[in-house]
Structure formats: C-alpha cells, structure tokens
C-alpha cells in the first residue's frame, strides 16, 4: 500500500505538471510520468494497463469538491500568520491545495512551513468551510476548506516560489486580503475560534 500511495503521489503530481505546463517538452514529460505511475499501478494490483485507463478515464470520475488546507497561527502577540500571494499579491493564512498521501494536518504543517518558513504542529481542527457558503469571488471549483489551528515550533519568516512575502498582522489591520483564499468575516471567526478552545468547530 504505501509503494501504491507513492505512485498515486507521483500521478497527482504529473497531472499538476501538466496543468501549469507552458510547452511541449513539459507536456510530454508529464503525460510520460503518468502513463509510466498506471503502468506501476496495473503490477501492483495485477490488473491490465486497459483497466488502469478506463478507471482513470474523466468522464467515469465522480466529480469531488477540491480541498483547500490552511494553518491558523497566532504569536505570543495575538498576530496572525500571513503570506502574501505572487499571483494576486495579496494576504492569506499559508495554506493550499491537499496533495495526495499526506494527511489534512500534515498538509496544513507542510503548506505553512513552505510558504512562511515557521515550523508548527497542528493543535485542532477550527473550520470546514464551504467556500460556495462565503463570500468568495466566482470560482471554477467546487472548494472545501479546512482550517487547522497550529502553534509555532521554531523557523524564520520567508518567502517561497508562488509566495511574495510573509508577515504577522494584528486582526484590526491587516492587509488587503486575496479573498479567493480568505474572506474577513473567516479571519474574524478563526481568530475567535483560536481563542477560546470551548467553542464548536465550524462548518459550512
């Protein structure tokens, strides 16, 4: 099962390839991955190649939502954990897209020391949103979003590839936000919900 995981890991991560991919080199290398990982797949379970393709085949995929995971981290300041996003160059809790064989809390771990370099463990589950339920600009996919409260473990601020900078804000003055990612009543309600662990976990 885990040399399984490793290759659907390895399938997710071609086929994001060949979202972003800008020309035919990067294409063909990305659809080589993917057709090698089915190949891997049909040994492991000793299936056809045939079966492997039909099962992977878009039009006899169920439609998911897609899952956003984001780390909520205050500082001993009452700040919150920001980072300032390439593509709009606007601010939002590090988090992004789930990557196939991590868990939601390894993810929300992974994405905020990525995108901001602070190191953190997960303390609890805070929201699960509905981003259709929130007021999000128009989007192409259907989005939950999983927000975890994390406490900080160590590391120092930076940036990364898609991220401008990162930065600790006070709730009553933050930066423009990138409300594709977060809106400013979730940031009120996270902020809330951080503070007093006596409170539900939110949904929708």
């Known amino acids: 099962m885990d040399y399984l995981n490793t290759i659907k890991r390895i399938k997710a991560l071609a086929e994001t ?5 800008q020309n035919g080199y990067e294409i063909e290398r ?3 991955l993917i057709d090698l990982s089915k190949e891997l797949m049909a040994a492991i379970v000793n299936q056809p190649i045939e079966t492997i393709d039909r099962f992977y085949l878009p039009p006899k995929e169920y439609p998911t939502p897609k899952v956003d995971v984001r780390g909520f981290i205050l500082n001993e300041k009452d700040e919150i954990l920001m980072a300032k996003e390439v593509m709009d160059g606007k601010w939002t809790i590090p988090g992004g897209w789930a990557d196939i064989g991590f868990t939601p809390a390894e993810i929300a771990v992974k994405e905020v020391e ?4 602070i190191k953190s463990e997960v303390v609890r589950l805070l929201a699960v949103y509905d981003k259709r339920c929130h007021n999000h600009p128009a989007s192409p996919f259907y989005v939950y979003k999983i927000v975890f409260l994390c ?5 120092e601020l ?10 600790w804000f006070k709730l009553d003055s933050l930066p423009e936000l990138s409300e594709d990612r977060i809106v400013q009543s979730q940031m009120e309600e996270l902020f809330l919900l951080a503070k007093n662990d006596t409170l539900p976990v939110v949904f929708d």
């Open 158 to 167: 930076r940036g990364a590839f898609d991220i401008e900078d990162s930065g």
């Open 114 to 117: 990525e995108e901001t370099g």
């Open 30 to 32: 990305n659809q080589e």
């Open 17 to 21: 390839g060949l979202v972003y991919a």
């Open 151 to 155: 406490r900080m473990m160590g590391g």
